[in-house]
């Protein structure tokens, strides 16, 4: 067996959405269950509200939510049935009903668990989580099997709660949820922390240590972009119509691109420049990182330091 996670360190804030990036198995969930108190650590400090969780007590774990990866709900309940029994172990829950219309509960309420989609599923654990009031929020892979629309829904309301002032930590191994959410980002690889910063300073170091970018634009097919090239510079059409300019792009770049555009009467239908996203630096960062630990011989949850808030 091997070391599952070791020299983690993380700090959450009230106000702010904390994510912790990584692949599957990279121990996202391992971490915040130790945070929880739900999984024994064989060493490091663990804060939680200011205590060990692993000591808690029933006033502390009702100041934390917690929605787990596998729902952890009971298959042959009904959901509002299920949110009302929850609701009853808190002195000052949040309105059930409230929740069940917010997060669109009441479309599937006659359906037992085991029925419900993944979606559903994850939209009546969110609730759960949520009826406490908790000021700490941890939140394990919160988006996984919603739909566009759900997803959105499930934002909304994750930025609504951050601007209440609560704590909120969330895995997730989507980049494009952490870019959209989080203010302040954990990269973990094999059971480390590799990077942390806000989403603008991880794509800010990543750009100028690699000075790439990339421009795109949609116009007639068959153009030819051979001005653009240059040292540095790549050009290339895509698919017929659908062209990138990516490396170090300068605003001369810009400059001769609209020269050509214009000098041959052509307005593109699209237009869009980037610099590296989170899943660029993500994927950078995991490259550099992914020689495997030394196997010891049990498995072991090790945390250096955790405090949440």
Known sequence: MKRVISNISLTARFGEVTALLGANGAGKTTTIECAQGLQRRTGGTVSLLGRDPETADAT??????????????????????????????????????????????????????????????????????????????????????????????????????????????????????????????YIVNRGETVADGTVPELLSAATSAQTGRTLTFEADPGLDTSPLARPGVTVEQTRPGSYRLSGALEPGDV???????????????????????????FLAISAETSPEPVPVPSVRAGVTETELP
């Open 60 to 185: 502390l774990r009702a100041r934390a939510g917690v929605m787990l990866q596998d729902g952890g709900l009971p298959p042959a309940a009904k959901p509002v049935a299920l949110l009302r029994h929850v609701a009853r172990m808190f002195a000052n829950p949040l309105d059930v009903d409230t929740l069940v219309d917010r997060l669109g509960i009441g479309d599937f309420a006659p359906t037992t668990i085991r029925r419900l989609s993944g979606g559903q599923k994850q939209r009546v654990s969110l609730a759960a989580s949520l009826l406490g009031n908790p000021d700490v929020l941890f939140l394990d892979e919160p988006s996984a099997g919603l739909d566009p629309q759900s997803r959105n829904m499930v934002f909304e309301l994750i930025r609504e709660l951050r601007d209440t002032g609560k704590a909120i930590i969330l895995t997730t191994h989507l980049l494009d949820d952490a870019q959209r959410l989080a203010d302040h980002v």
């Open 255 to 281: 400059r001769r691109l609209g020269t050509l555009l214009a000098d041959r009467g052509i307005m593109p239908t699209s237009l869009h420049l980037a610099s590296q996203s989170l899943e660029d630096v």
